[in-house]
């Protein structure tokens, strides 16, 4: 098992920013990927930004150049730095986890909140 952790969020006004932050302890797998997926109320959950053990990243369109992910793989931690932030990008932001060594587990953290007023 793998457990998350996440901190950060918060409310913030319509151009500020934000740090969301997330750490995984337990059974973690030297092959992973780790970041972000974020749901807003009545929208399904979507992928923010990911990070892959070696350094390979994935983007949502709507948040490129605005959210920086950087990760830390001896500490097994995550952070999503968001600038710019727009009212749409309320939401709950959940901490995805994937160890990517046979056989695949996935792990979700809590989800924390961030809001952004306009």
């Known amino acids: 098992q793998v457990q998350l952790v996440e901190s950060g969020g918060g409310l913030v006004q319509a151009g500020g920013s934000l740090t969301v932050s997330c750490a995984a302890s337990?059974?973690?797998?030297?092959?992973?990927?780790f970041g972000w997926y974020r749901q807003a109320p009545g929208h399904q959950r979507e992928l923010v930004a990911i990070m892959s053990s070696g350094g390979t990243t994935t983007y949502a369109d709507s948040v490129k150049g605005r959210f920086t992910i950087s990760r830390d793989n001896v500490q097994n931690t995550v952070d999503l730095q968001m600038n710019s932030l727009k009212p749409e990008d309320t939401a709950v932001y959940y901490c995805?986890?994937?160890?990517?060594?046979?056989?695949?587990?996935?792990?979700w953290g809590q989800g924390t909140q961030v809001t952004v007023s306009s």
């Open positions: 995805n986890y994937r160890a990517l060594t046979l056989p695949t587990r996935v792990y």
């Open positions: 337990g059974s973690t797998s030297r092959t992973n990927a």
